[in-house]
Structure formats: structure tokens, C-alpha cells
């Protein structure tokens, strides 16, 4: 069966902004060694023009998520659903957090200790979600 074309606008922009926050970033660790080749100030310049993208990606991620629970059925979910919710709301604001404390490092443990976290704890955002969808 088809879903309602809302509901399809709905999760289709709530996993574009998850590519871009998840992927964007495993995608700019993988680049980071070769930028920094270029020039002293390639990586920072890169890291900026991606923080252009991935914080409104991370802002409709947070609004279409409100939105996906206000049209999930709360009350038809076990409670193992909303644990796991609980969980993921958890993760994706370490995920957040951290990402901003990364922006902020000044030493390269700083930015590596980080940026990891950032990155993990969006990879567990986004397998969680998946265990959401249903
Ligand atoms: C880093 C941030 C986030 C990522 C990477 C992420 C990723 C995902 C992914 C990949 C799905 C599965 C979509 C599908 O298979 O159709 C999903 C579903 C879901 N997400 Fe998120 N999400 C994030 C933030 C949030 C937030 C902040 C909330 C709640 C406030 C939320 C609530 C939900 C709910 C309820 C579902 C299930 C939707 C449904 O079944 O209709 N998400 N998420």
C-alpha cells in the first residue's frame, strides 16, 4: 500500500536531512586528510561551507521529528517503542552537542574526540530510526 502523500513528505525530508547530516559528515572525515593537503586553511574553509548545510539539516531533522511523533499513534506503541524514543531524543541532542563543541576545539584530540562522537552518535540516530519507522 501506498502512504498518504503527506506522510511521504514527511519522512522523505526527515531522511534527506539525516543524509546530510550523517552522511555529510563521514563524508567530510573522509575528505578532511586530502583538504588539508591543499592548503593550511582548506580544512577549516571546508568545515564551514558544510556547517552551512548540515545545521539547517540538523534543524529539519529536529522539526520533522516532532513531526513524525505528532503523527505516529502514541498511544497503539509499546512501551519498548517509547524507551527506544527516549533513547534516540537522547542521541540525536549528544549528536548536536557535540557537533558544536567540535566547532569549537581548538586542539586536534579536541576536534578528533569530538567529531567522533558527533559522527557515532548520528549513526546511532539514524539505525534507530529505522527501528522507529513502522
Ligand atoms: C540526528 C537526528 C536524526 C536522525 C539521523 C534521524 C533519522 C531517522 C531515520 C533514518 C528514520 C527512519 C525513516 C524511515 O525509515 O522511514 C527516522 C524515523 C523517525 N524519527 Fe528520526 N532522526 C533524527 C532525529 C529525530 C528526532 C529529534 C525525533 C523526535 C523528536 C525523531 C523521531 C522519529 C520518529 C518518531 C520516527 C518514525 C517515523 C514514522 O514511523 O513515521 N527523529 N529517523
Known amino acids: 500500500m501506498l502512504a498518504p502523500a503527506i506522510d511521504g513528505i514527511r519522512l522523505s525530508l526527515h531522511v534527506l536531512a539525516a543524509t546530510i547530516w550523517v552522511g555529510g559528515q563521514l ?13 593550511p586553511e582548506a580544512t577549516r574553509l571546508a568545515a564551514r561551507a558544510f556547517a552551512r548545510l548540515s545545521w539547517p539539516a540538523f534543524v529539519v531533522l529536529v522539526l ?16 519498548a517503542w517509547k524507551i527506544v524514543l527516549g533513547i534516540k531524543i537522547a542521541v540525536v541532542a549528544i549528536s548536536g552537542v557535540s557537533a558544536y563543541i567540535h566547532t569549537k576545539a581548538k586542539s586536534t584530540v579536541g576536534l578528533a574526540v569530538w567529531g567522533s562522537i558527533s559522527g557515532l552518535s548520528a549513526v546511532a540516530a539514524l539505525v534507530i530510526g529505522v527501528f522507529l519507522a513502522n
Open 64 to 79: 520533522t521529528g516532532f513531526w513524525n511523533l505528532g503523527a505516529v499513534d502514541m498511544s497503539s506503541q509499546s512501551t
Open 27 to 39: 563524508t567530510l572525515a573522509e575528505l578532511v586528510p586530502t583538504v588539508r593537503k591543499l592548503s
